[in-house]
């Protein structure tokens, strides 16, 4: 299953390997198509592929970290 999300990180996560932790934790693909990082916020739009129960799990783990998770328009679903 794939899904395209927004992610926008807050300031203190910037930084951090918010992500790539996800990604291994939850054997989560995560394919970048846009970013714009700044000195106060980050924002990706990306395509996460895995098994469904993996994607839910790793979105809330996002949103458990303080990361806003937004479903983009044309979702992939497969």
């Given amino acids: 299953m794939k899904l395209r999300v927004k992610l926008t990180f807050p300031q203190h996560l910037i930084k951090e390997p918010v992500l790539f932790t996800m ?35 790793g979105i809330q783990s996002l949103k458990d970290q303080g990361v806003e998770v937004e479903l983009v328009e044309g979702d992939i679903i497969e």
């Fill in 23 to 57: 990604a291994k934790k939850y054997d989560v693909m995560p394919n970048i198509r846009r970013a714009r990082v700044t000195e106060t916020v980050g924002e990706m739009i990306l395509e996460l592929e895995g098994e469904e129960k993996n994607l839910e799990d």
